[in-house]
C-alpha cells in the first residue's frame, strides 16, 4: 500500500543553522502537501506543491518536489526559535498520507 | 472567517458512555473530515466527507460513527470506546479537490 516516510525523526539545531527534513513517497503522487505543528497545537498549513521539479519559496523556507514526484524537501534558512515544532508532510495519490513528521528542537 | 471550531476541546469518558465530539466551519468548503492523532505521531484519517455524504471510511471500527447533518456542521459520535481510543480527534475542512485542510484545534479525548 502507499506508504510515506519522513526523515530524520527528530533535528536539534543551534538558533541559525540551517534545517532540512525529507519525504519519501513508495508511490508517485498527484500532489504533496507541507503543514507544522507547534507543539500542543494542530496542523497548519504551509504549502502544496503539484508540479514535477517544482520549488516554492515563503522567506526563510524552500520546498521541493521531486522529479519523478515521490519525494520532496523542506528547507529552513537560518532557524529561529520560533520554527520549533514537528513539520509534516502529506503525500496524494489515491488517498492522502501524512508522514510521520519531523520534529525540529532550537537551542537559543 | 478562517476557523474550524471543535468542542469540546478536552473529554473524559468511561468505556460504557456515549459522547459526541462537534466540528463546525464555515468557509463553504465541501470537504469535511476526521483524523486521530496519537502522541508523536501523525494525523491518521479516518473518514472524509464530501458534499455531506461519507466518501471515505478508513475501516474505522464501528464504535466511532461521523455525521454531517449539514454542510458546516460535523459529529463524531462515540459510544464504548476502549482505552487505546485516547488521542487527539482533529476535525478538518478544504474546498473539494487537491486543496489545503483547515485543521480544528482538536479534542483531546481520554477514556477510563
Known amino acids: 500500500g502507499q506508504q510515506v516516510m519522513q526523515i530524520p525523526q527528530y533535528q536539534h539545531v543551534q538558533e541559525g543553522e540551517d534545517f532540512t527534513t525529507y519525504c519519501n513517497s513508495s508511490t508517485t503522487l498527484s500532489n504533496i502537501q507541507w503543514y507544522k505543528q507547534r507543539p500542543g497545537g494542530h496542523p497548519v498549513f504551509l504549502i502544496q506543491l503539484v508540479k514535477s521539479g517544482e520549488v516554492k519559496k515563503q522567506k526563510r523556507l524552500t520546498f521541493q518536489f521531486g522529479e519523478a514526484k515521490k519525494n520532496s524537501s523542506l528547507h529552513i534558512t537560518a532557524t529561529q526559535t520560533t520554527d520549533v515544532g514537528t513539520y509534516f508532510c502529506a503525500g496524494r495519490a489515491s488517498k492522502i498520507i501524512f508522514g510521520s513528521g519531523t520534529r525540529l528542537s532550537i537551542r537559543p | 472567517d478562517t476557523e474550524v471550531t471543535q468542542t469540546p476541546k478536552h473529554l473524559v469518558m468511561g468505556m460504557t458512555n456515549k459522547k459526541s465530539l462537534k466540528c463546525e466551519q464555515h468557509?463553504?468548503?465541501?470537504?469535511m473530515y476526521w483524523y486521530k492523532q496519537k502522541a508523536k505521531k501523525p494525523p491518521e484519517l479516518m473518514f472524509v466527507?464530501?458534499?455531506?455524504?461519507?466518501?471515505i471510511n478508513e475501516s474505522v471500527p464501528s464504535r466511532f460513527s461521523p455525521e454531517c447533518p449539514n454542510s458546516s456542521l460535523l459529529n463524531l459520535h462515540l459510544h464504548a470506546l476502549q482505552p487505546e481510543d485516547s488521542a487527539l480527534y482533529l476535525c478538518a475542512s478544504s474546498r473539494l479537490g487537491n486543496t489545503e485542510a483547515f485543521f480544528g484545534q482538536g479534542t483531546r479525548l481520554t477514556v477510563v
Open positions: 468557509m463553504g468548503h465541501r470537504a
Open positions: 466527507y464530501s458534499y455531506e455524504k461519507l466518501s
